[in-house]
C-alpha cells in the first residue's frame, strides 16, 4: 500500500483532469469517483452529486484529485518529474501534456489544468550529476537555452 499520496486541487475539473492524464500514461486507471453529499451542500458550495474526489493511478503511482473550488490555484511550487529514457518518450509526453497549456523553459510545462511537469532525460541528470564540472557546465548551458530538451543537442554540446 502506498503511504504517501498527492492530493491535487482543482477549482471543477478533477474528473476532466484525472481522465486526460490517465489517456496519456500507461498502466494508469481512474480508481475511484466520490461524489459531495446533500449534506456537505451548504459548507462545500457544491451541489449533491458533483464530483467531490477522483482517485486515479498514473503508471501504477496513486493520486487524488479534489474539487475543492476556486480558492487554491496549482503553482509551479510543486511539479511531478516524468524520467524519459530517449527522445521519442520526451516528444510523446512534451506534445500531450502541452496540448492547450503553456511551455517553459528547462523540460518545465504546465498541463492544461494548470499542473507543472518536468519532462526529463534520464541521460540530462546522469550530464548534471558528472563530477567533471566543465561537462557539467555544458549540459546546464544548454539546457537552460531549452523549452523541450534535445538529448542529441546536449550530447553535442559536450562533444563542443
Known amino acids: 500500500m502506498q503511504k504517501i499520496t498527492p492530493f491535487l486541487w482543482y477549482d471543477h475539473e478533477a474528473e476532466e483532469a484525472a481522465n486526460f492524464y490517465v489517456s496519456i500514461f500507461p498502466n494508469s486507471k481512474i480508481v475511484t469517483v466520490t461524489r459531495y453529499p446533500k449534506e456537505a451542500e451548504e459548507a462545500s458550495g457544491k451541489k449533491a452529486g458533483e464530483v467531490m474526489t477522483v482517485d486515479f493511478e498514473l503508471n501504477g503511482q496513486r493520486f487524488t484529485a479534489i474539487n475543492g473550488g476556486p480558492p487554491f490555484k496549482l503553482t509551479e511550487a510543486v511539479s511531478f518529474v516524468i524520467e524519459c529514457e530517449n527522445q521519442e518518450e520526451i ?70
Not at 139 to 153: P, R, S
Open 91 to 160: 516528444d510523446y509526453y512534451w506534445s500531450r501534456l502541452s496540448e492547450g497549456g503553456e511551455e517553459n523553459v528547462c523540460g518545465w510545462l504546465k498541463d492544461k489544468f494548470g499542473l507543472s511537469w518536468q519532462v526529463t532525460p534520464r541521460i540530462l541528470m546522469e550530464m548534471i550529476a558528472d563530477p567533471d564540472a566543465e561537462k557539467v557546465g555544458k549540459a546546464m548551458k544548454e539546457m537552460l537555452k531549452m523549452k523541450k530538451i534535445i538529448i542529441k543537442d546536449l550530447e553535442e554540446a559536450l562533444k563542443g
